[in-house]
T-cell receptor, first 114, second 113 residues
């Protein structure tokens, strides 16, 4: 079984709809992250969380919100989706205190907003 | 702020050719440096890493050396294979973002037989 899972893997929605992307991990890591990937732009950080009570905005948090329901679960919501939120979204985890901060990525969710 | 700049692709090579993908960075403090690889249709996988100056990361025939004096972390492989075709991302830990990763824009490598 994959250590970091994301659901759904693909989603097509319409402008103005509320969308939730879910991420679960079995690695026992405290830190979780949401990134979006756009062609030619690499990955950009949306939100990150160091534990259930710690949520922080990343570079591009506008239009998004997150919820850390448990150590293992970190959800990303688009309150009112717009077409320029069409992208590939990745969840990642890392261990606390590791000097390498190696991050482990989920398989991604491809979101299309029409 | 912290940033990563890597050479733009696509890079097209024949099998067994030598590969270099340049990566330079700007950062406060002493970040750790990474190369991630994304195969078609998949998520990102860590390829190699280095945590301090002069460290060399290596994996699957790929190497990169952390050069503080030139703020670089270039990726090299002596003989590429068709199976190396993927997108490669250089990244660093950002002290400004709670140790989240700052990524370069990615370099697409295409290897033909």
């Amino acid at each position: 079984d994959a250590d970091v899972t994301q659901t759904p893997r693909n989603r097509i929605t319409k402008t103005g709809k509320r969308i939730m992307l879910e991420c679960s991990q079995t690695k026992g890591h405290d830190r979780m992250y949401w990134y979006r990937q756009d062609p030619g732009l690499g990955l950009r950080l949306i939100y990150y969380s160091f534990d259930v009570k710690d949520i922080n905005k990343g570079e591009i948090s506008d239009g998004y919100s997150v919820s850390r329901q448990a150590q293992a679960k970190f959800s990303l919501s688009l309150e009112s989706a717009i077409p320029n939120q069409t992208a590939l979204y990745f969840c990642a985890t890392s261990d606390t205190g590791g000097s390498y901060n190696e991050q482990f990525f989920g398989p991604g969710t491809r979101l299309t907003v029409l | 702020g912290d940033s990563v700049t890597q050479m733009e692709g696509p890079v097209t090579l024949s099998e067994e050719a030598f590969l270099t993908i340049n990566c330079t960075y700007t950062a406060t403090g002493y970040p750790s440096l990474f190369w991630y690889v994304q195969y078609p249709g998949e998520g990102l996988q860590l390829l190699l890493k280095a945590t301090k100056a002069d460290d060399k990361g290596s994996n699957k025939g790929f190497e990169a050396t952390y050069r503080k004096e030139t703020t670089s972390f270039h990726l090299e492989k002596g003989s590429v294979q068709v199976s190396d075709s993927a997108v490669y991302f250089c990244a660093l830990t950002s002290n400004q973002a709670g140790t989240a990763l700052i990524f370069g824009k990615g370099t697409t490598l295409s290897v033909s037989s």
